[in-house]
């Protein structure tokens, strides 16, 4: 059974920062592209950053560029997305996903698409709240 399993998450005041981790188990992470997507409340899901197979290539949404910064760790088969200057409207469930295009393209030149999605992880929280 394929699962992708997110952790991290949790209440930060602004200005603050929190690491998000994805593991999987049934699938081989390491040699998949991966996205982290988030869905605040009331608002479509959006997705907000990949990392290719390689970890040579990455993308963020102009929202969190310069903020946020995705990485992977090949032997731990986790991707990670350390997050700072945390903003109330970072709010929302952040989900990690495999991204089919991303891998099959070998980079990550483009904003993640629910549609290339191969398995999604189940969320997790994150509030940014004073």
């Known amino acids: 059974q394929v699962q992708l399993v997110e952790s991290g998450g949790g209440t930060v005041q602004p200005g603050g920062s929190l690491k998000l981790s994805c593991a999987a188990s049934g699938l081989r992470l390491d040699f998949l592209a991966v996205a982290w997507f988030r869905q605040a409340p009331g608002k479509e899901r959006e997705g907000i950053s990949c990392?290719?197979?390689?970890?040579?290539?990455?993308y963020y949404a102009d929202s969190v560029k310069g903020r946020f910064t995705i990485s992977r760790d090949k032997a731990k088969r986790t991707v990670y997305l350390q997050m700072t200057s945390l903003k109330p409207e970072d709010t929302a469930v952040y989900y990690c996903?495999?991204?089919?295009?991303?891998?099959?393209?070998?980079?990550?030149?483009?904003?993640?698409?629910?549609?290339?999605?191969?398995?999604w992880g189940q969320g997790t929280q994150v509030t940014v709240s004073s």
């Open positions: 996903a495999t991204d089919r295009a991303a891998t099959m393209r070998g980079m990550c030149s483009e904003v993640p698409l629910g549609r290339s999605v191969g398995a």
């Open positions: 990392i290719s197979v390689s970890a040579d290539s990455t």
